[in-house]
């Protein structure tokens, strides 16, 4: 008879991203009704569980109308280059995850993605081993929600751009854990997005 060992359960950042103008969507999507609270709020529900003490929120465009939709216990950083695209907040946010303790990874992610659960993050966390990235798997490759190991903090503070961490996911360099989580593909970028989301669905 075999005995299951149990995983530590890995000490982990979360950096939620919500920087952007949202163009298409007409600006301050972040504060969007998501049954009954703003976008951004949805999110941070959903994932505070998962780093009760590490979540930071990465603002940058309307950041002042936004950053009081948001309680005080979570670390809130301004990207100033938010214009310049994903991966600056990626770099912004990862220079203030360190000042706020010693973590085995980071799990980034998008306010938008309102389907998201609490259980889809976990899903990404059960196969987090410590040293490889974990992500989720597109039609078009991997991308995030995604977790990276403590030795890539340092890589990601080197971002820029549009792409975020697309060329660290999908890229030669890094073995990645690819997790299928079909609530992912569902993103808010116009009013008819947002128009279209079920209650029952977000």
Known sequence: MTHSIDKPIPHLAVLLLAAGESARFGGRKQLADINGKPMLRHAIDILSPLSPSGLCVVLGAFHDEIAPKIDPAHHIILNENWASGMGSSIAAGMAEVGRHGAFDGVLI??????RLCTADYQKLITEFDGSTIVATRYDGGYG???IFPAHLFK?????SGQQGARRILNGPDHDVIGVDLPNAAHDIDTQDDLNALSPSSS
């Open 109 to 114: 992610a998008l306010c938008d993605q309102v």
């Open 144 to 146: 995030v929600p995604a």
């Open 155 to 159: 890589t990601l503070e080197t971002l």
